[in-house]
């Protein structure tokens, strides 16, 4: 079975630094997808980064990149220069392999980042 | 581009009474997805529609909960009768095919009193 394990409930950082959210994952399929989510107070869940399991370089869009450690089944997600705006529950995803029967997305329970002036 | 919109954003009802919540997802999306979110957890599939058919509907609660895709476009999820258990968030989303990417929409806060 799959799952997402976030162990942060909640995260402070200082505007303008850089943050690093925790993830780990366990499949036992060979290619998969994570992917990380941000869902502000509005409640809408918002794409920030997508890593494949076969992909080489490490995923980056923006501020946002995903430290990807398949040995490790870790795909952290670094938050550079943070802005207020980014105060928002944070999900990181599993999706399953490719056109297979399960392709839905396997949620963790999410990390609460707080980033104060 | 609009986004994937669903109605209401809030709805307040009694124990034992139906409720019914729209979504249209992005146009030309043929893969669209129902998910419960309850407070604290990430979100879970309830169901996925390709086009018009349910292919994935294993944690939908078949007992009191259904939902369509009747032109395999706009979706609406049903629950009756609701029970205080029901409370959460209701998400849709939807995804051009079934391996790609899911846009969220705002989804529906549901509260059973």
């Known amino acids: 079975a799959q799952k997402i394990t976030q162990t942060q409930p909640g995260m402070f950082v200082q505007e303008k630094e850089a943050v690093t959210l925790d993830c780990t994952y366990d499949?036992?399929?060979?290619?998969?997808?994570l992917f990380w989510y941000k869902q502000p107070s509005s409640g809408e869940m918002i794409f920030l980064i997508y890593q494949g399991s076969y992909d080489e370089q490490n995923a980056t869009e923006g501020r946002y990149s995903l430290n990807f450690q398949k040995a490790r089944k870790s795909a952290n997600l670094v938050i550079s220069a943070s802005q207020l705006g980014d105060s928002a529950m944070y999900f990181c995803a599993m999706r399953g392999r490719y056109g297979g029967a399960t392709n839905k997305l396997i949620f963790g329970t999410g990390t609460l980042l707080a980033v104060q002036p | 581009e609009a986004g994937v919109v669903q109605s209401p954003r809030y709805k307040i009802i009694e124990k034992k009474q139906p409720v019914a919540f729209w979504c249209n997802p992005i146009?030309?999306?043929?893969?669209l997805y129902w998910y419960l979110q309850n407070l604290g957890q990430g979100p879970e599939l309830l169901i996925r529609y390709e086009n018009e058919e349910a292919v994935d509907d294993s944690q939908l609660p078949k007992d009191r909960f259904s939902a369509e895709r009747l032109k395999g476009v706009d979706s609406t999820l049903k629950i009756q009768p609701a029970e205080l258990g029901d409370s959460a968030v209701y998400l849709c989303?939807?995804?051009?095919?079934?391996?790609?990417?899911?846009?969220f929409g705002p989804g529906t806060r549901l509260t059973v009193t």
């Open positions: 989303a939807s995804s051009l095919e079934r391996g790609s990417e899911q846009y």
């Open positions: 146009s030309g999306h043929n893969t």
């Open positions: 499949t036992s399929d060979q290619s998969y997808g």
